[in-house]
């Protein structure tokens, strides 16, 4: 039959045939609506759809059980008529990554970067970028790839459809307070991460990863649908070129602390360590020196030597007047409401370096808009370590792209970085790890209450690191935040490769407090509890997060070598903790330091300190106080 058809078109081969064939059967396929990208072990799938008119939508199931209705996509844009209809699905492009990272520093000395990825390809009238999709078992990531040129984007439509009912803690500012509302009652925009409840035993995490050169993402309720948040630009955003823009995130999971331990998720959507050298780059514990003198100066640096510290720093008004427009931080011209001086900034520099201590520099975004170019070689040549730039600029496009251009900038000069005020991470530090740490923080510059330290261990510190600005021996310690055991834990417990430990502490030697400079108006006296800060480390090989609930209590161990630290914070009420000690090696011996409050220790501090043997098999239970805590220092018995 085959050789008679052939005859009767014999110009036409039977392979042409075929085609022709394929051809018309794929024109008679209807056109596809719909894609999904599924995560590895299979919890998460991400749903792209297109309605009738051509409408781009996503929707998130986890487990089975949905957690992000059907939400819209796009964007308003000058110069493109209908915006977001007319767009079909031309085709996808998907890929499988199995692979694993170490990372110059972090809550892990391993990171698992393991995914489905779908590249969802996008033709129609309307179709002015390509969706990319990935799916980890920590959670679903999508982005928008632009293919156009010119591009003016005014606003962004992307929705997270959520329960009117579900609850979220919100805050409005980086370092504002994080209060426990209805996701129906978000009006103003409201920052990220932002975690939900959707019941008793279904937490998300919405947020944003890989924010480089665009404008920054918060959330807010979209009028008439109650539950819906929808992503608010900081800026229009504008670029002559093609451009992707950061990653908008969702991660589940039963309990808030399975988020936080997951927070790994955001380095991972960013691109990998693009310093080539980066044996310059050192972590370690920080001390402000608060006088702004030489012998202050000198004083922080032989206490950093004796505690186990590797770095102090010179905060605002070394080079004048922060706020002044003209100020010059090419000079060393101490401010005098600040401190009378004298200041030998080299000499300190000198003293520091000699005994292998590092010093980090304060500049105020005034300065350093104007002078960044001639700041990062002139500090270097002084001998400096990093820079802590303050009160930089952020939100808008222009100054997201300043920001990250300066850490880059400093990286060519081996120059670390702690950014503060009110920027939020988003994982560049894996792309520039010279990026130590930031705040973006409620930290303790404005004295939060225990359980307002709680609300930002399960929301904030799923960004990543957060410079807390811990203080010990300054009277709000006890006065406004908790307990001196619970300064202890937080240092576990808030994880910042640069952790400021005595923000407002002065050693012995250090000149009295002067002008506005801040500081304790008493000197650090050497207590017992005080090994533990010098036994702790600032990054870690293993982390988990063992239980805890916002604004109630948190229970995080943290692994260093063969050590283990434990931090305890506790909100208002007194309860009853069991910490389980699974983590631990089996048939391994351990020996447990315990630093606990007890109000009749008798010392200044009121801690006391136990010591515990212990195993894997295990509990170590304490009945904790309200805003009280405990630390714990793990060591292996030999």
Known sequence: MIRNFLTAFDKITFYQLLLLLTIITAACTPQQHEVTVQSPDGNYQFTFQLNEQGTPAYMVNYKGKQIIGKSALGFEMSGVSGNNKKIKIGHEEDTAVDAKWRPVYGERNEYPDKYSETLIVLTGEDAKFNLRVRA???????????????????????????????????????????????????????????????????????????????????????????????ADLSSEVRSEQPIETPWRFIMAGEKPGQLLENNYLLLNLNEPNKITDDSWIKPGKVIREVTLTTQGGMACVDFAVENNLQFIEFDAGWYGNEYDDASDATTITVDPKRSKGPLELLKVIDYAKSNDVGVILYVNRRALEKQLDDVLPLVKSWGVSGLKYGFVNVGPQEWTSWLHDAVRKAADHQLMVDVHDEYRPTGYSRTYPNFMTQEGIRGDEESPENSMVLNTIFTRMIAGAGDQTNCYFASR??????????????????????????????????????????????????????????????????????????GEYAVIARKSG???????????????????????????????????????????????IEEQKVASNDLITRSIEGSNGVAIHIKAVK
């Open 562 to 608: 063969e050590d283990w630290f434990i931090g305890v914070v506790n909100g208002s009420d007194a309860r009853d903790i069991e910490i389980p000690l699974d983590f631990l090696t089996a048939d391994k011996k351990y020996e447990a330091t315990i630093y606990a409050d007890d109000k009749n220790a008798g010392t200044r501090t009121n801690v006391v």
């Open 136 to 230: 980890y078992n920590e959670g679903v990531a999508f982005r928008y790839e632009f293919r156009v040129d010119d591009i003016q984007i005014q606003k962004e439509l992307t929705e997270f459809a959520l329960p009117p009912d579900a609850t979220a803690w919100a805050s409005v500012r980086a370092q504002s307070e994080i209060l426990k509302m209805p996701v129906a009652d978000i009006k103003e925009a409201v920052e990220r991460p932002l975690l939900v409840a959707l019941n008793n035993n279904t937490f998300i995490a919405l947020g944003e990863a890989a924010l480089v050169d665009y404008a920054r993402m918060k959330f807010t309720g979209k009028p008439g649908k109650p539950g819906t948040l929808v």
């Open 477 to 550: 310690v006890t006065e406004k935040m908790g307990s001196h055991a619970s300064q202890l834990a937080k240092a576990v417990c808030i994880y910042s490769p640069w952790q400021f430990l005595y923000w407002y502490d002065r050693p012995q030697g250090s000149p009295a407090k002067d002008g506005g400079a801040g500081g304790s108006e008493d000197h650090i006296i050497d207590l017992p509890e005080l090994e533990f800060y010098r036994q702790l480390p600032t990054i870690w090989d293993d982390t988990k997060v063992i239980d805890g609930y916002p």
